[in-house]
């Protein structure tokens, strides 16, 4: 689970392998595999970022960069 913030400073906890895309508009959107729609404070790369440490720490993608 990786770590976001919604727009009113408050935090939550996503499974990061179920978003689908996301979008800049200008907030950053996340869409979910569900078609839920999640806003959240984060820019994009820090979500790249956070993805891409959680999936390093449980040991999948070992080669993403």
Do not use: C, Q
Not at 3 to 15: A, F, K, P, Q
Not at 31 to 46: A, P
């Amino acid at each position: 689970m990786i770590e976001v913030m919604r727009l009113d400073g408050s935090t939550y906890w996503i499974n990061p392998h179920h978003i689908e895309y996301m979008e800049n508009n200008p907030d950053l959107t996340l869409v979910m595999l569900s078609g839920k729609r999640l806003v959240v404070r984060n820019t994009g790369e820090e979500m790249r970022e956070k993805i891409i440490t959680y999936r390093r720490l449980i040991g999948a993608f070992k080669n993403e960069l």
